[in-house]
């Protein structure tokens, strides 16, 4: 986590501007302003919290909505005086409700970055009625079982031409990759950065 003492209040009196992405898809969520106590405090609690500039005093995003900001990591610029905070929303960010407070695209490929660590939550915590639970439970060998079979519907569906029944196969074959690459303990950031490497080779 960040250290506060290196960190620059002086240019702004006292305050840092803060841009929040999530950790899950590395998208912009919004930008709200911390000072020393803030900071501290989003620190200590895990929830982000701002100084607001209108209201003069320090706020908990999801104070009122209960969509809050939970803390993964915070990093500044070279200059150490912003600062970039990785977290996880428990809803939507916006006021009015959208994901962001900036009117961008929602980058749907970086879902399988998002899932793969719900998958990773599932299997530390092993939450009940949970199909991926009865997966981690029953085992490595059911775990490769079910990709070998999700990975011969495709293959079906795909020499069957139907391209609503490859998606929903593809769906299904990349759910069973991921777990079974946590089973294996295995990042899924470690098979794109091997992707990376053979494109970089290239």
């Known amino acids: 986590m960040i250290d506060i003492s290196k960190l ?3 240019k702004s009196n006292g305050l840092i501007p803060a ?3 999530d950790k899950f898809t590395n998208q912009i969520l919004m930008l709200g302003f911390m000072n020393e106590e803030s900071l501290r405090l989003t620190i200590s609690t895990g929830k982000v919290t701002f100084f607001s500039r209108t209201k003069n005093r320090l706020w908990v995003k999801g104070e009122t909505s209960g969509n809050h900001l939970l803390v993964n990591d915070i990093i500044s610029d070279c200059d ?3 600062l970039i905070v990785y977290a996880e929303p428990t809803g939507p960010t916006c006021h009015t409700g959208d994901y962001s407070c900036f009117k961008i695209e929602k980058n749907k490929t970086a ?3 998002y899932l793969a660590g719900i998958i990773k ?3 530390e915590k092993l939450p009940e009625n949970s199909y991926t639970t009865k997966l981690f439970k029953e085992g490595r060998d059911r775990i490769i079982q079910k990709f070998g079979e999700e990975s011969v519907e495709c293959l079906i569906a795909a020499k069957n031409g139907d391209k609503e029944q490859i998606k929903y196969e593809v769906a299904d074959l990349l759910f069973h ?3 079974m690459l946590e ?3 295995i990042k899924f950031d470690e ?3 091997e992707l990376i490497s053979r494109h970089t080779k290239k």
């Open 8 to 10: 620059d209040f002086s």
């Open 121 to 123: 939550e599932r299997k």
């Open 177 to 179: 990759l991921l777990v």
């Open 191 to 193: 098979v794109v950065e």
């Open 80 to 82: 150490d005086d912003s």
């Open 183 to 185: 089973e294996q303990e």
């Open 111 to 113: 879902f399988l970055f």
């Open 19 to 21: 841009i929040i992405v």
